[in-house]
């Protein structure tokens, strides 16, 4: 495998970055610890400008090629919070706050990032500009929003951007990606209902939205199963049903809560509007009433054609012949990445994490064996895209 030889120089230095991130992790836009490593390091990297404070506490980063004759700047993004999860992993860099852990792999992701940086800097092996993105809050804060907000795509002059998530179960050193929808839209449901709550030994002169929410359940799972195209993807997922506070009551109300995932916009509207009908009719046929919230959070993540196909040649380039899995099956998972895609052209692609926990479970973590293979496929996207 064709892997950049100077990676093996840093790859010492590349992990313990990697481990001190995971040691401190951080959510959401509180990343401040995160950002001011990142910023530092880019510092002492010699990137030729280094802006904090996008989206709240993202860091950009601008590194100048040896050349500028063909004024194209290209994006790379790395994700930086954490997740509200208790680790598990028993290892000796493992999280030092309580209920915080890096469960996803963005301490890698911007270990990798951090790294490419480090190189490029070095050696400025191309013609053009290369922007480095640190974001804050993936994991369900929008950052990636922000950031555009905040005039990332266009203070910076970004041509074409690109993004990277490690992926448990795919060998290192291989890569998966596809054109099109990647991952799906990730929408937030909340349902309130309003019984008639009263002695649990007297039901039959209560509205119980136990009976209600339970019903309601039930029925939402019949719009994948008789609904939606058997040819087409959604989930719908109840995942908080809250009710009462002892065993003799009969609850006045009840809130449910989930999420919805699809991959186009028409089954989008399609389950939202049959989520609006269940809810309602459910509850009107009990004499109760419920509101049905329906938030639509990330959009599908959507690889564009042409920089789906560069990337798989540079991912070739990398990993070798029959390394890369070019037309991977969708997955119902969400990225904020999306929001990128849809402000300038660019790709998305998963890179191996070999056989460890699956994302977003506490005994998971990144695998530093993955390390040299992402960063050496950020610096040969760059320095292809763009050659001196």
């Not at 001011?36 to 904090?52: C, H, I």
């Not at 449901?189 to 709550?197: A, D, L, N, V, Y």
């Not at 809250?242 to 109300?253: F, K, L, M, S, Y």
Request: proline share 5%.
């Amino acid at each position: 495998m064709p892997i950049v030889n100077r990676f093996a120089d840093f790859h010492a230095d590349i992990t313990a970055w990697r481990r001190d991130i995971h040691s401190n992790p951080e959510l959401l836009y509180d990343v401040h610890r995160t950002a001011e490593v990142v910023a530092d390091k880019l510092r002492s990297f010699g990137v030729d400008e280094v802006t904090t404070g996008i989206g709240q506490t993202g860091v950009v980063g601008l590194i100048r090629g040896r050349r500028s004759e063909s004024g194209k700047r290209i994006g790379l993004r790395a994700d930086m919070d954490a997740l509200p999860i208790v680790e598990a992993t028993g290892k000796e860099y493992a999280s030092k706050v309580p209920g915080k852990m890096h469960a996803c792999g963005h301490d890698g992701h911007t270990a990798m990032l951090l790294g490419a940086a480090r190189y490029l800097a070095e050696t400025r092996n191309f013609d053009g500009d290369v922007v480095v993105i640190f974001q804050p809050a993936e994991e369900g804060g929008a950052g990636a929003q922000a950031m555009i907000d905040d005039g990332l795509m266009d203070k910076w002059n970004i041509d074409e951007v690109y993004g990277m998530h490690n992926a448990p179960g795919l060998p290192v050193g291989e890569f998966a990606i596809r054109p099109g929808p990647l991952m799906a839209a990730a929408d937030r449901i909340q349902i309130e209902i309003e019984g008639h709550g009263g002695h649990a030994a007297r039901p039959h002169k209560c509205i119980d939205p136990v009976v209600v929410g339970a019903e309601i359940v039930t029925a939402i799972q019949t719009i994948v199963g008789r609904n939606v195209d058997p040819l087409e993807s959604a989930v719908v997922s109840i995942t908080i049903f809250q009710a009462g506070d002892t065993d003799n009551v009969i609850p006045q109300t009840a809130k449910l809560g989930g999420t919805v995932r699809t991959l186009t916009e028409e089954v989008r509207d399609q389950v939202e509007e049959r989520l609006h009908k269940i809810v309602e009719s459910v509850a009107a046929m009990h004499g109760a009433t419920a509101k049905l919230t329906y938030s639509r959070d990330y959009p599908v993540t959507r690889n564009h054609p042409d920089q789906t196909d560069f990337a798989i040649h540079v991912a070739e380039k990398v990993a070798g012949t029959g390394k890369v899995l070019a037309d991977t099956p969708p997955v119902m998972g969400g990225e904020d990445f999306s929001f990128m895609l849809q402000n300038r052209p660019g790709a998305f692609i998963f890179c191996g994490n070999g056989d460890t926990a699956g994302l977003h479970h506490p005994e998971y973590d990144f695998n530093d064996e993955a390390i040299p293979v992402g960063c050496s496929y950020w610096v040969t996207l760059v320095e292809t895209a763009m050659p001196a």
